[in-house]
């Protein structure tokens, strides 16, 4: 696709649909001038543009080059969409270039926010190593802690234990040069924290211990004293015990986090006695007093909160180190009785039909923000505005906080960022608040390995810390938590449950069933099982006879986690409901795996569900249900037991099955396809779902659609004249289109659609291989690609509608989720590609390209990676379809199904 030319020109061709052309020398302006063809099979041309990089070097160019060769022309075989692909990505490509061509050889961090005034190295190795919690004393003496332990390697020659040092910058210019030994003893250190009473106090994965009155020491008199202990088997070094914060309007509260421990048993123990035991049920917070007793636990899963922060207002947030098959990591805002819905005990990828990622689920919670990548600690960053530390993405983010109901929304904007050595951990405010000290692990090595580093970033401005006046807590009425069951904040159905869980009487006093609100229903079962999970099991039939969903999701689950298998018999019988929604299929599925005992950690139910689908004794919705629910690569869903599900005489289990031929990666597909489409005793909808796979094939099947085109049916006739026109085999006539920024235009063009909105050709144009090609990038109810948002449930999530939708498929770069963002990866041996984050544990890199397939990078060969602030989603999507399939387009969406 491309040819080099000599010097610093190039000219790419792809099939004479458009050409990119730059010119300039080392250190001129390079300039893009793009220009384009008409070509045949799609609308209006697009308007020619120019884009300018100034002072990007031969070699930046050259990556450029590369990128857009290989990841964004060659992944795609539709020239139209490879074009607007072109046209978005370069804008975001030239920003971050250019951001990194100004970098020099003094300044390693990269400045985002007007506050910040200078960086400078405070400590370095070999003066600090693989430092991990940093805490500011009130005499501005910076104490690390030093990790010798973490994954320690038999060659490495550090240490034995961690220890607490100490910095101090005894001649103003912003570096250490004193430093000393506070401590040497401790093993997987994992936080620090001082109370403002100057005590110190400090987390290991298996005990909170404190240093009294450090704040005035040189040196610790003795070991730290144990307020709270963690007795478990567990010993991966950083799924314990971390996330120290101490509440600055209410000093007595200390609250820390753990992580899921590797589904081990384990027992807190406070100082007063206080015993809190669980195992697999994952990450969980917990408060005491800053002496350790009181201790109780606030909030269960979690992955790992690894780091922990109240705001000014004593509201409380942790950091969530995400499973490896489910980013993002969350900010999750914590409240009493808060469950963010990962279990370890269901596996750590975080997507077992029983584990709940997103708060979707009765009686969880979801994120209020997504996070980078191995996110570590989090600090208020003033009122209402947070920093986390993405680890993995080399970086400190701000986090803006806006209320949304009785929690918050939490945007995400950079700070600060900085090469692949920048592994931000923790952070701590120097006393007069005009500097934020952020310790540096540097390697992407976990194993310790005798590197590391200590910022100072000194602030134009002092953050403003003071504590506003706390509100006086009000105590949840028993009577009035009822009420608020069927709230629609998820935030206040939590408190309600919470109160109820601790009243058991008003609990049972309560004629649930009598409730209309299903929402109700479904939180009151809940509390119940949340205040004696056994003694209260024998509603479970009762749950699993509701008419609503999620109370009968409820008691599946419940069987699941106690293991009542018992209720076996009634839980098969959810198979056999017509309605079954497909979360509840999944989920009964692997509680019945749960309660035989056969369920694994990393659960997969496409042997159960394609077993239910070749079941002929089951009734035709659940078999249509469970093949849909079949992966379409799983290796038992062959052509040839499709093409026999498709001869089914139940019409949704042959409609199911035509579906996903159609889809389906096996190119033998095409024959069975064609037959299909040309069999007229099938219904017309499916037989056009057969000729809207075709779409692929068009060429070899030409003649056949030929004459499908010109069929009776108006629905086979419409589909199989699409087919064609897609693929360039007869002229495809569409009016000129609105420019991308007039909305008003382009909604007055669908409303002058004639007609109700149909959704069955949306469905089909959603899958569609050469036209609206969405289920490339994205997924709805359980089938396409996830590059982009899942789209299910989008309909509800649109306040806005169809002009919401639109707004983001014209102009994808309107609003990006941070997880969405791209990343531009460049390997050692200068090959650059582009993908989304799909997994960052063990020794590679997990993404997803922009063609929808999955690759992975070895950690070590990376040499740069930079986040591109755009959408890699095509700005001209809709340029090759009429307005007529517009309107079906974006009603399927919004409907998320027929």
């Known amino acids: 696709m491309f040819a080099f030319l000599e010097g610093a020109e190039f000219v790419v061709e792809a099939e004479d649909l458009c050409r990119v052309e730059s010119s300039g020398g080392e250190g001129e302006a390079h300039i893009f001038e793009i220009v384009v063809g008409a070509g045949q099979g799609w609308g209006a041309p697009l308007p020619m543009t120019c884009l300018r990089i100034k002072q990007v070097s031969d070699k930046i160019m050259s990556l450029l080059l590369a990128a857009i060769s290989e990841t964004l022309i060659g992944a ?84 034995e234990t961690d220890r607490i040092l100490v910095f101090e910058d005894t001649d103003g210019d912003g570096v250490s040069d004193e430093r000393s030994v506070f401590y040497e003893g401790l093993i997987f250190s994992t936080d620090l924290l001082f109370g403002p009473d100057g005590d110190l106090y400090v987390a290991t994965r298996w005990f909170i211990g404190r240093f009294p009155k450090a704040a005035n020491l040189k040196k610790a008199k003795g070991d730290p004293e144990i307020i709270v202990e963690c007795q478990t088997d567990g010993n991966y070094p950083h799924n314990g015990v971390g996330g120290l914060a101490i509440d600055p309007g209410n000093p007595e509260i200390l609250a820390f986090g753990f992580g899921e421990n590797l589904g081990e048993d384990y027992t807190f123990v406070g100082s007063d006695g206080i015993e809190i035991s669980g195992g697999g049920e994952g990450g969980s917070t917990y408060q005491c007093k800053t002496d350790g007793s009181q201790l109780k636990r606030i909030s269960t899963g979690h992955w790992n909160a690894f780091g922990m922060c109240y705001d000014l207002n004593g509201n409380l947030f942790s950091t969530d180190n995400d499973p490896s098959g489910t980013p993002p990591n969350r900010l999750l805002h914590i409240i009493p009785g808060a469950d963010f819905g990962f279990e370890f005990r269901y596996g750590r990828s975080g997507r077992h039909p029983l584990v709940d990622w997103y708060g979707k689920n009765p009686g969880t919670l979801g994120m209020i923000g997504a996070l980078g990548e191995a996110t570590c600690g989090v600090i208020p960053f003033g009122p209402g505005q947070l920093l986390t530390a993405s680890w993995t993405d080399n970086r400190v983010d701000l986090h803006p906080l806006t209320e949304s109901g009785a929690s918050f929304k939490a945007g995400r904007e950079p700070f600060l960022s900085g090469p692949d050595d920048f592994r931000p951990v923790h952070f701590s405010y120097s006393p007069d608040h005009k500097a934020l000290y952020i310790t540096d692990w540097v390697s992407l090595s976990y194993p310790v390995h005798g590197q590391g580093r200590i910022w100072k970033v000194t602030l134009k401005e002092p953050v403003d810390l003071t504590p506003w006046p706390r509100k006086k807590i009000e105590i949840l009425a028993p009577k009035i938590s009822l009420t608020l069951l069927g709230d629609a904040d998820p935030y206040l159905r939590t408190a309600a449950m919470e109160t109820l869980r601790q009243h058991s009487d008003i609990l049972k006093s309560f004629d649930w069933k009598a409730e209309s609100n299903p929402v109700a229903r479904a939180h009151y079962a809940v509390a119940l099982k949340r205040a004696d999970p056994i003694g209260n099991a024998g509603i479970i039939p009762e749950l699993l006879g509701d008419v609503d969903s999620d109370v009968r999701y409820v008691g599946i689950k419940w069987i699941a986690d106690e293991k009542q298998s018992q209720y ?134 030409q003649e056949s659609l030929k004459e499908l085109a010109s069929s009776s049916e108006a629905t086979v006739a419409k589909e199989a004249t699409r087919t064609l026109e897609s693929a360039g085999l007869q002229p495809r006539e569409l009016a000129t289109k609105p420019p991308f920024t007039d909305l008003a235009a382009w909604e007055a063009m669908l409303d002058d659609v004639p007609g109700e909105p149909n959704l069955a050709a949306g469905r089909r144009l959603f899958f569609h291989q050469r036209l609206a090609t969405c289920s490339n990038c994205h997924a709805i109810n359980g089938r396409g690609l996830e590059v982009g948002p899942d789209l299910t449930t989008i309909g509800r999530q649109a306040d806005g509608g169809r002009s919401w939708v639109l707004t983001h498929i014209l102009d994808p770069n309107a609003e990006v989720a941070p997880y969405f963002r791209p990343q531009m990866i460049t390997t050692r041996d200068g090959q650059t590609r582009m993908g989304f984050v799909l997994g960052k544990e063990g020794k590679a890199l997990g993404y997803i390209g922009p063609d929808g397939k999955k690759f992975s990078v070895i950690k070590a060969d990376v040499t740069a990676r930079e986040e591109l602030p755009i959408s890699l989603m095509p700005p001209g999507l809709l340029m090759p379809l009429s307005a007529e399939e517009i309107r079906d387009l974006l009603a399927y969406i919004l409907e998320g199904r027929e």
């Open 76 to 159: 795609m075989k539709n020239p139209v969409s490879s074009l607007s692909l072109l046209l978005t990505i370069l804008p975001g490509l030239a920003f971050a270039l250019d951001v990194f061509a100004q970098e020099t050889a003094d300044v390693t961090l990269k400045i985002h926010h007007p506050n910040i005034e200078s960086i400078t190295r405070f400590a370095e190795n070999p003066d600090i190593v693989t430092p991990i919690g940093v805490a500011v004393a009130p005499d501005g003496r910076v104490f690390v802690q030093e990790n010798h332990t973490h994954k320690r390697g038999k060659d490495y020659t550090g240490p």
């Open 568 to 701: 076996r018999e009634q839980l098969s019988a959810q198979l056999d409901r017509n309605g079954l929604k497909r979360r509840d299929l999944l989920a009964v599925v692997a509680a019945l795996a749960e309660v035989s005992g056969d369920l694994s950690k990393e659960f997969s139910p496409g042997d159960a569900l394609l077993e239910l689908a070749l079941d002929d004794s089951k009734i035709q919705f659940l078999r249509s249900l469970a093949l849909h629910g079949v992966p379409i690569g799983h290796k038992g869903l062959t052509i040839g037991a499709l093409r026999k599900l498709a001869k089914s005489k139940g019409k949704a289990l042959q409609r199911e099955a035509v579906r996903a031929l159609a889809i389906h990666p096996d190119p033998t597909r095409a024959e069975t396809l064609a037959r299909l489409a040309a069999n007229a005793n099938l219904d017309a909808s499916v037989r056009a779902d057969a000729i809207a796979g075709l779409a692929s094939f068009a060429e070899d099947h």
